[in-house]
């Protein structure tokens, strides 16, 4: 049957044979029953999955041609000690390319870092292909890979993020039966290589290891000369694109030929000739095209042009790729104010988005089907969030495709690996080994994903996970793509390099310092926890930050912090914010949906005004901090547990003998409150002098305020305001007319008096100057 397809494919137009030979494979794999492992928890795409449709897309969108094969589908496996030799039996059959431990791969088993995996498969190079060259690809295998092809080796890769290639083509039988054998080492978190989220006993944010073949595996038959890879570069300012081609050439003059698309069509054109070069040497070559009015790229509008390239050697075409790029500029600077800003296309644009981890319960690192892959994409466009930040993951370069195409920019995180830095500590000293291998799978992070246009930022560093050489791996980033910026350390321990200062805070938010050449982000805030029975990975001892009890609740404290971004994005100049997170991991269940992907765990329509509120025209309003809270700053109050002189509430008072401290106040126990500085809930007095700004007497003044217990706020010795209950988060209250007039321009003084707070005490005030948006 398959030599019959064969002779079929010489008969038909280019695309049938792409599906004969895509048929071809599906006949060679599905003669063996598979079935997915019982797993703890499993998508509506599960279903989908056969031997036989098993991620069938062509995998690399930015360089595709008509002729290929894919490998994917059933595979012998084996798991030996990590010194045996190839095994002479099998234990049975696992789907690529789903890895081991998930239940897609039909295996669900650990590999330890003593163990080996193995694979093994056969197949027929079709009839078309006989002159050809043969390259075997793999889109990501995790870690230590090395090749046979019908015995021989083929090569061998340490990288668990990033595809690389063999050229097979004389390893290759004439005819007949092909064999392909894979060994896999993967240490996870036993080695120093970059790891992400891998360890071998998953708890809190650490989960579950996808060791071996995790991306789709395919062939694909080239000539002598042939585009290797390719780089794309548009200039938005100056309205042209510049495309250099990487060639492998036996030492032949090659002409290249790029076209630009827009839709059916053609606006530019150029050819570009080479000279002769000694066989085997390096050939680029590189055009420049107008692209004239151009359409740029924008959330909103992710308008993609298509790239047409071709090689001609002694007048007769030897290959053909088609590509896509986009018109988009990502660069800072500052606004009217001064502050910087994230420019997209030198206009601001506040980011907001998710962290979005990427992992599946049913397919670990790897999506179910492709339609699952982008619907966590479609989803967050849909809830109004313009932004992804790949969380310490590679994904396929067909969830790039969909970020392009769909409109979502995305922050990408290099994986982590190796030991943590604390804060305070300095950058860690890596083993040269550990240094190296890091260096280079970034270095290939970069080069593979460089021409997505989704790709605004670089995240070298999370949270100091693996962090050394900071300010060296910061030039290297740039040097290597100038075209982007980088965050040299997202979180925790910031060296000050980089183009973006980024804070975590949880629940937050909060923005850090201003700078005068740096960017304010909040990386990380939030991490709202909504446990939902049946569709969690352990229906018992998950976590959040802050949980609740229902969608209702979780929503309104979710529209809370959202509020509370509002005016931290005027003069204190937050640019951006990520929300933790898209999709519950494990035993993390603070996703906006489950990690089924089966519940949205908040209510769409608010959730989508809310966020779109933050980035779409018209700007929202703005607040300015009088006195700010511990959400912008941690500033002193004076303060005393003993009851005071009756006076204590009069500007002339004397807080001599009170003792000074930080806000917030509280205890430990009341999750996400940003305390610091204990109080254990019984009476509490504040006060501090501060500043009205001359403009702000004819703005609006509102108290902003978290607190659990019985308040009183006295401006200049009168009471302003008298709050009592919980109310949970941080809230905006306008002051009335009276308590409004009871300030005045210069130094005024604020004084509170809080009263029992119970078991989880908590207060934190401020005021701020308006326009605003009022909390609920």
Not at 306 to 332: C, H, N, P, T, W
Not at 373 to 393: M, P, Q, S
Not at 433 to 462: D, G
Not at 624 to 642: F, Q
Request: glycine letters at 8%; one cysteine or more.
């Amino acid at each position: 049957m398959t030599s019959k397809i064969n002779r079929i494919i010489k008969r038909v137009p280019v695309a049938l044979a792409v599906t004969a030979l895509l048929l071809s494979a599906h006949i060679t794999l599905r003669a063996t029953e598979w079935r997915p492992a019982s797993g703890v928890l499993s998508t509506r795409w599960a279903q989908e999955v056969t031997p036989e449709t098993a991620h069938r897309e062509y995998p690399r969108m930015q360089m595709r041609r008509d002729a290929w094969l894919n490998l994917n589908g059933l595979w012998d496996y084996a798991i030996t000690p990590q010194v045996g030799a190839q095994p002479d039996t099998w234990q049975g059959k696992i789907l690529v390319p789903f890895p081991v431990e998930s239940a897609l791969s039909g295996v669900m088993r650990r590999v330890s870092e003593v163990d080996r995996l193995w694979y093994r498969r056969v197949f027929e190079t079709p009839e078309a292909w006989h002159g050809k060259q043969v390259l075997l690809h793999f889109g990501a295998v995790d870690w230590e890979t090395t090749v046979w092809v019908n015995g021989a080796k083929a090569g061998a890769h340490r990288g668990g993020y990033d595809r690389f290639t063999f050229d097979v083509t004389d390893l290759l039988k004439p005819t007949g039966a092909q064999e392909i054998v894979v060994a896999v080492h993967d240490p996870s978190d036993a080695g120093t290589q970059p790891i992400g989220k891998q360890v071998r006993e998953p708890k809190g944010i650490r989960y579950t290891p996808s060791s071996g073949i995790w991306q789709t595996v395919w062939l694909e038959p080239v000539t002598p000369t042939y585009i290797e890879a390719i780089k794309i570069v548009p200039d938005v300012d100056q309205g042209t694109v510049s495309v250099k081609i990487h060639i492998q050439s036996p030492g032949q003059t090659v002409i290249a030929n790029v076209e630009v698309r827009d839709g059916k069509q053609s606006i530019a054109d150029a050819t570009a000739q080479s000279a002769n070069p000694p066989a085997g040497a390096p050939l680029v070559m590189e055009v420049t095209l107008p692209i004239k009015n151009a359409r740029l790229w924008t959330p909103d509008s992710p308008h993609l042009y298509d790239l047409d390239l071709s090689l001609s050697v002694g007048g007769q075409r030897v290959d053909r790729i088609e590509s896509y790029f986009a018109m988009r500029k990502i660069s800072m600077g500052p606004d009217a104010d001064g502050i910087q800003r994230l420019l997209l296309n030198n206009q601001p644009l506040f980011q907001y988005g998710l962290l979005d981890q990427g992992f599946w319960p049913d397919g670990l690192h790897t999506a179910p089907t492709d339609e699952a892959l982008r619907y966590d994409i479609e989803l967050t466009k849909d809830l109004g969030f313009n932004l992804a930040r790949k969380h310490v993951k590679v994904e396929p370069d067909r969830w790039y495709y969909w970020c392009d195409k769909l409109g979502l920019l995305v922050w990408q995180d290099m994986p982590s690996g190796d030991a943590s830095v604390r804060r305070g500590e300095p950058d860690l000293r890596r083993t040269p080994e550990s240094a190296h291998q890091f260096e280079v799978e970034l270095k290939a992070m970069i080069s593979s994903l460089e021409n997505h246009p989704c790709i605004v930022m670089w995240v070298p560093f999370n949270e100091g996970w693996g962090q050394y050489d900071t300010a060296r791996i910061v030039d290297l980033v740039k040097t290597l793509d100038p075209t982007r910026l980088v965050i040299g350390a997202s979180g925790w321990v910031d060296r000050g390099v980089g183009d973006v200062n980024d804070i975590h805070q949880y629940p937050g938010p909060g923005v850090p310092p201003p700078e005068a050449n740096r960017v304010a982000v909040l990386g990380e805030f939030g991490g709202l926890g909504l446990p939902v029975r049946g569709h969690s990975w352990q229906d018992e001892k998950n976590w959040g930050y802050r949980s609740f009890n229902d969608a209702a609740a979780l929503t309104k404290a979710y529209l809370r912090m959202v509020d509370r971004l509002h005016p931290l994005i005027g003069a204190p100049g937050l640019a951006a914010a990520v929300y933790t997170q898209t999709t519950d991991v494990e035993i993390e269940v603070n996703g906006l949906i489950t990690y089924d992907r089966a519940v949205l765990k908040v209510d769409k329509a608010q959730t989508r005004a809310a966020n779109l509120k933050l980035h779409s025209p018209p700007p929202p309003l703005m607040a300015k901090a009088i006195i700010p809270t511990a959400e912008e700053d941690r500033i002193r109050w004076h303060y005393a547990t003993e009851t005071p002189a009756a006076n204590w509430a009069q500007p002339e008072f004397d807080p001599k003998g009170w003792k000074s401290g930080r806000a917030g106040f509280g205890g430990r126990e009341l999750s996400g409150a940003p305390v610091l500085t204990d109080w254990d809930g019984k009476k509490l007095w504040l006060r501090r002098t501060f500043q009205m700004p001359a403009d702000s007497t004819r703005q609006e003044i509102a108290l902003r305020i978290f607190h659990t217990g019985t308040t009183e706020v006295y401006l200049n010795g009168k009471l302003a305001a008298k709050l009592t209950g919980n109310n949970g988060d941080y809230v905006s209250h306008p002051l009335s007319p009276e308590a409004r007039g009871l300030l005045r321009r210069g130094e005024n003084t604020i004084a509170v008096h809080c009263a029992e707070a119970g078991s989880q005490p908590f207060i934190d005030l401020g005021l701020t100057t308006g326009p605003i948006r009022l909390g609920k």
